[in-house]
C-alpha cells in the first residue's frame, strides 16, 4: 500500500488486516513517508503488526515526495536534502528502537533517551527494510542499508510529470542500478532489487499490446520505444510478460517486481507462469 492523504486506508489497520486474513502473505507500505510519524511512534507500530502477523512484515520507508500531501496537512515541505537528512536518522531509530537493549539518539532532527523499543518484532534483528530511490544520494544509502531496494524515478519536482518520466528509461534505470551496485560492494549478493511497475496492461495478443504502448506513449508525451524498453511498463500477453520480466531480472537484477491493486486480478496468469504452474 501507499502512504498518502489522498483517498486510500490508512496503511498500518489496512495491512494488520490483510495480515490476519491471510497464512502466508507479506505485508508493507510503498512506503511509509518518515515524515509522517515520529520513527518512534512508526517503529512501535511496524514491531506490532510484524509481532501479530508472526513475521510477515517489509517495512517500506522513503523520505517523503508527494508536495500535495504536505501542502494539505500543512508539514513543511524542506528540501530534499533536509527530508533526506531526517529520514537517514528516521531509519536509525527505527533500528535501533527493535534492537535489544534501550538506546539514545542525539541528532539534528531528532533526540531520544533511553528508549527501549516495545513490543520487539519477530524477525531479528528486524523486519527487511525496503527503501526507493531515484537519486544517487538515496541510491547509494539504499545499498548500505537496506535488504530490498526500489529503482523509482527522480520525484525532485514532488509530482509525477515530465521530470520523473523522463528518468524512467532503461538507459536512466541502468544509471541507477549501476549506482547501487557500485555502493552496495560486498552487500549486493544479499540486496533484493525491486521496481514498481506503473503502465500495465495484459493483452489478448501482441496487437492490443502495440496498441496500448502507443496509447501510453502518446498520453504521457514519450517515444513508443521508451515504453516498450522501460521496466516501468509491462504491456503485452502473458507469454510477453513473463519473457520481459526474466529478461528484466538478468539486466537490471530485478525479481521483486509490483503491479498496482487494479492490475492484481489481470495478471495472475503471469503469476501463474512464473510459478510454472
Known amino acids: 500500500m501507499p502512504d498518502h492523504f489522498t483517498e486510500q486506508l490508512a496503511p498500518v489497520p489496512a495491512l494488520q488486516s490483510v495480515a490476519d486474513a ?3 502473505l507479506r505485508v508493507g507500505a510503498l512506503v511509509w513517508d518518515n515524515d509522517y510519524k515520529h520513527p518512534v511512534v512508526l517503529a512501535k507500530e511496524l514491531a506490532t ?8 512484515l517489509e517495512i517500506g520507508i522513503g523520505a517523503g515526495w508527494m508536495i500535495s500531501d504536505y501542502e494539505q496537512a500543512g508539514i513543511p ?12 536518522e528516521g531509519v536509525a531509530i527505527i533500528k535501533a528502537a527493535m534492537a535489544d ?24 534483528p528486524c523486519p527487511p527494510i525496503l527503501i526507493g530511490g531515484g537519486g544517487k544520494r538515496v541510491l547509494s544509502y539504499a545499498a548500505r542499508e ?8 527522480t520525484m525532485t519536482a514532488g509530482v509525477v510529470g ?48 502495440a496498441g496500448t504502448i502507443d496509447g501510453v506513449a502518446q498520453m504521457i508525451g514519450v517515444s513508443a520505444d521508451m515504453v516498450e524498453e522501460t521496466p516501468f511498463a509491462l504491456i503485452g500477453p502473458p507469454t510477453k510478460l513473463v519473457e520481459d520480466l526474466i529478461a528484466r531480472r538478468e ?19 503471469v503469476v501463474a507462469a512464473l510459478n510454472g504452474k
Open 146 to 153: 537496506a535488504d530490498i531496494i526500489g529503482i523509482n524515478g
Open 162 to 209: 515530465p521530470d520523473a518520466i523522463s528518468t524512467m528509461t532503461a538507459a536512466a534505470v541502468t544509471e541507477k542500478v549501476d549506482i547501487v551496485r557500485h555502493a552496495a560492494g560486498d552487500r549486493l549478493a544479499d540486496i533484493e532489487m525491486n521496481i514498481r511497475s506503473f503502465f500495465v496492461k495484459v493483452t489478448k495478443d501482441a496487437t492490443e499490446a
Open 101 to 124: 537493549e534501550p538506546f539514545s539518539h542525539s541528532g539534528t532532527h531528532y533526540n531520544v533517551t533511553n528508549y527501549n523499543g516495545l513490543p520487539k518484532p519477530v524477525q531479528r
Open 22 to 24: 491471510t497464512t502466508t
Open 251 to 269: 539486466r537490471w537484477g530485478f525479481s521483486y517486481v509490483i503491479v498496482g491493486a487494479e492490475d492484481v486480478d489481470a495478471f495472475a496468469p
Open 49 to 56: 503488526i510484524d509481532l501479530l502477523s508472526e513475521g510477515r
Open 77 to 88: 515541505y524542506d528540501s530534499a536534502g533536509v527530508r533526506i537528512d531526517r529520514f537517514i
